[in-house]
């Protein structure tokens, strides 16, 4: 089996890390009732999806 013959610097190890950080999520605001909500996704606050109504809420 193949075994590195060096070690990898520190460096180089957290170079390669640098794009594993977790990213945060980008909300966009609902064009019914304008609540930050995650793109794609049925609005939790009013319950619409690209203009239809999802989920029945209760005001």
Same mark, same amino acid.
């Given at each position: 089996m193949?075994?590195?013959k060096?070690? /990898?610097? $520190? $460096? #180089?190890? *957290? +170079?390669r890390r640098s794009h594993d950080s977790i990213t945060?999520? *980008?909300?966009?605001?609902?064009?019914?009732?304008g609540e930050p909500k995650l793109p /794609? #996704?049925?609005?939790p606050s009013c319950g619409t999806? +690209?203009? #239809?109504?999802v989920l029945a809420k209760d005001e």
């Open positions: 193949a075994v590195p060096r070690r /990898h610097s $520190t $460096t #180089r190890r *957290n +170079k945060l999520p *980008n909300p966009s605001p609902c064009p019914q009732c /794609h #996704r049925v609005c999806y +690209k203009g #239809r109504q």
